[in-house]
């Protein structure tokens, strides 16, 4: 959309024509059109990646994820937000918000929010502070040393080709990520259950939840 625009207003307004002959009043600014398309590109970069996903149980659609990703010279902004509605053995309500920052590849923060039927749960956070990451879920506090230069939300816009481990913003710890096919990667998480990621051209297509209650399946859209 912002490509064939940009060319659209070059064809209209810098394009030379030598079949019409204008006034002096009807002639176009050309700093008008070069500040136009200069918002017109600082637009189309501000977010790099923007992306909709179908949450389907059972073949329902139960719910919708949308990912954004901002980037601002080193700095790269993830945003994760969804909303469920669901039954199993009464309805329930589900929207989460994932944050995270990254600075030349590193992870400087991360929250991760739930609201449960209209209760939030205790939010996540993870910051790096004097050269170690703070870890913080209510009361509780804990620290980590090693770097983090990849996160599962990063699973959603970039491949992770020859990556052993990701960190995980939710359970706030490293999980091992194993490949069990051509782009197709396993996460076995703390809790027993597991992720299965199939990727197309270094971005992910479909994902799917298997829970021990549950399967879900997330499909790009």
């Known amino acids: 959309m912002i490509p064939a625009?940009?060319?659209?207003?070059c064809k209209k307004y810098l394009a030379p024509k030598t079949y019409k002959t204008y006034s002096s009043k009807s002639l176009v600014n050309p700093k008008s059109v070069a500040t136009v398309l200069f918002i017109v590109c600082s637009f189309s970069s501000a977010f790099a990646q923007q992306s909709k996903f179908n949450i389907k149980?059972?073949?329902?659609v139960i719910g919708q994820m949308h990912f954004q990703q901002k980037d601002e010279g080193d700095n790269v902004y993830l945003k994760i937000t969804s909303k469920v509605q669901t039954r199993f053995l009464f309805k329930i309500n589900v929207e989460t918000e994932d944050l995270a920052h990254f600075k030349n590849g590193k992870l400087l923060?991360?929250?991760?929010?739930?609201?449960?039927?209209?209760?939030a749960k205790e939010t996540k956070k993870t910051?790096?502070?004097?050269?170690?990451?703070?870890?913080?879920t209510g009361d509780r506090a804990s620290i980590i040393t090693q770097p983090i230069s990849y996160n599962m939300m990063l699973l959603y816009v970039k491949e992770p080709v020859n990556i052993p481990e990701i960190y995980s913003?939710?359970?706030?710890?490293?999980i091992p990520i194993q490949k069990n096919g051509a782009h197709q990667y396993r996460v076995n998480l703390p809790d027993g259950n597991y992720n299965d990621y199939y990727f197309e051209n270094g971005i992910c297509k479909l994902v799917v939840v298997n829970h021990s209650?549950?399967?879900i399946r997330m499909e790009r859209v």
């Not at 923060?109 to 039927?117: E, L, T």
């Not at 004097?130 to 913080?136: A, I």
């Open 57 to 60: 149980r059972n073949g329902e």
């Open 127 to 136: 910051s790096w502070v004097n050269s170690v990451y703070q870890l913080k």
């Open 169 to 174: 913003d939710n359970f706030q710890c490293f």
């Open 5 to 9: 625009l940009i060319i659209w207003l």
């Open 109 to 119: 923060s991360s929250n991760v929010n739930r609201v449960v039927n209209g209760n």
């Open 213 to 215: 209650l549950y399967t």
